[in-house]
């Protein structure tokens, strides 16, 4: 099946940093989100791009299809940013809808 | 709207019972799925639904069953619960599934097995 990794798998800012999270896939994927996990555990929507680039405030992605990446950057980071990022890619011909392990995120003051 | 709602929030089971997480949407979305997430790691697909009466397994089935009688409703029942099964579980509705839309999820289960 489709392998999903993330990078890092671990990452602490200082308030006020920029940081850029990484998201390779295997396959060809239909879809790919990404996706925020707070502390009290519950998952946010925060991008659904399979191509290109979006941009929601301090948030934005890039998903390069045709060579199997996407990328989020965080900006001017706070603390309630910290949590854990997810991916998920959407699997070519099913509906299969696969999450990476994540990256741990802990911003500081 | 609701969105898609979990019952219950935390449930503790003992070894050998059985029991049914429930999942709810009201979205009128086609796609429903199920994952587990266990501490300190991200989320595997057990089962997922691309409409009522059609269910498929996602990549750790083992030890579950589903069904999905109505849209509205998708749930997960374990038979014989073992220790290996305390996890958060988390359902999630989508209009298309994998081919464009993003997901909505729950807010998850928290299930211990002692």
């Known amino acids: 099946g489709i392998q999903v990794e993330q990078s890092p798998p671990d990452l602490i800012l200082q308030e006020g940093a920029n940081s850029t999270l990484r998201c390779n896939f295997s396959d060809s994927v239909n879809n790919l989100q990404w996706f925020h996990q707070n502390p009290w555990g519950q998952l946010i929507n925060l991008f659904y791009?399979?191509?290109g680039t979006k941009q929601n405030g301090r948030l934005s992605a890039t998903t390069v299809a045709t060579e199997r990446y996407s990328l989020l950057y965080i900006s001017s980071s706070q603390t309630t940013d910290s949590g854990v990022y997810f991916c998920a890619v959407g699997v070519t011909s099913y509906d299969k809808v696969i999450f990476g392990p994540g990256t741990s995120l802990s911003v500081i003051p | 709207n609701a969105g898609v709602t979990q019952t219950p929030k935390f449930r503790i089971l003992k070894i050998g019972q059985s029991m049914t997480l429930q999942c709810a949407q009201d979205?009128?979305?086609?796609?429903m799925y199920w994952y587990r997430q266990d501490p300190g790691m991200g989320l595997k697909l057990i089962y997922y639904?691309?409409?009522?009466?059609?269910?498929d397994k996602g990549e750790v089935p083992n030890g579950y069953n589903v069904s999905r009688s109505t849209t509205e409703d998708f749930p997960l029942r374990l038979e014989l619960a073992a220790p290996s099964q305390t996890s958060v579980y988390f359902c999630?509705?989508?209009?298309?599934?994998?081919?464009?839309?993003?997901?909505?999820f729950g807010d998850g289960t928290r299930l211990s097995i002692l």
């Open positions: 979205m009128n979305h086609n796609y």
């Open positions: 639904s691309v409409g009522a009466g059609i269910t």
């Open positions: 999630a509705s989508s209009p298309l599934g994998g081919k464009g839309q993003p997901q909505h």
């Open positions: 791009i399979p191509s």
